[in-house]
DNA sequence: TCTGGGGTCCTAGGACCC
DNA sequence: TCTGGGGTCCTAGGACCC
């Protein structure tokens, strides 16, 4: 979808359409979640920190996040896609993979699909089509926002061959600077490097995914069912917090909004971590997996809470978090309960 | 001017088992 | 008194994605 939350925003605001409109939380330490495109001609982007993006971007619209209307929006979307198309795989609430292979003429099935999403939802989008998912992917930003890109492999390869590695998804800052500085900055030198080169840099499992990636060799299925194996909460304080007897009742509260949801959906998970950002912006988690499965209130608390004492932040904390995992495993046992595999036998 | 929230996957090392 | 090879599970950190 092209700029969504900022699109369905203007649906309750349609006087704001043509002007730069920045979806941001309110808070000191907020960012950008989506900014318009005439908000992006002022290098407004998302996870642009929202203080700086009112000073690039004075005259814009900034409006607070929606996700409950988002959701909504997204399940339109999505209802729309698989109305149209059997295998759909969502990715986030503004993108999915579909799977045109049973189609005699995909390029008139994709044409429809957008039309529909267009006309059911009133919001726009950009389609990308091509061989595999990467190739789809990159097709679909190439001519964003309303476009509409398809590509052979071939064609993918000599499109981009002179632009930045970072172009690919999968390769993110850290890996296209430790390319620069090899003097890999171009997709075609990527793909033409030796695999030697690539693996003595990245090991033998990035090295050589690299270089497939660069020529757009990947390929992944469209997987239309993907289960959630862990869910977190987590909160960024407004100022930095220090000290066990402020940050246990944050703790407890977002373990409380965690073990509710896990509940309502019946899933449980062994696993129960904590995440300490301190304000250094140094990453801290710590982990501990129980006998058994639990969404248990007093049980995540407890381990949460003994997790953080053990740890003993050594400096203010700027964010806290809460998580528990292996649910896919807990919520298979506890759909089925113990199979005849599972069993214990003793001769 | 600092940098959200919710996820996934990979790696490396250690414990433990046969 | 010295130590193989294969495997699983777990933890912690990091890169990356939307």
Known sequence: MDAFYVSVELQRRPDLAGRPVVVAGSGPRAVVTTASYEARKFGVFSATPASRARRLCADAVFLPP????????????????????EIVEVVGLDEAYLDLRGFERPKAAARRVKAAVEERTGLGCSIGMGPSKLVAKVASDAEKPNGFVVLSREAARDRFASAAPGLIPGIGPKTAARLAEHGIDTLAKLGAALEAELTGLFGPRLGVHLGRLARFEHDSPVTPVRVAKSESRETTFDQDLSGLETLTPVLERLSAELCTTLEREDRRGPTIGIKVRLDDFSTHT????????????????????????EFDPPRPVRLLGVRVAGLDRAAAEAATGPGDDQMALAV
Do not use: I, Q
Request: glycine residues 2%.
């Open 66 to 85: 929606d996700f409950k209307l988002y959701r909504e929006r997204s399940r339109d979307v999505m209802a729309v896609l698989r109305e149209n198309v």
């Open 286 to 309: 710590r982990a501990r997996t129980l006998d058994a499965p639990t969404n248990d209130r007093a049980v995540v608390t407890g381990v949460a809470s003994d997790l953080l004492r």
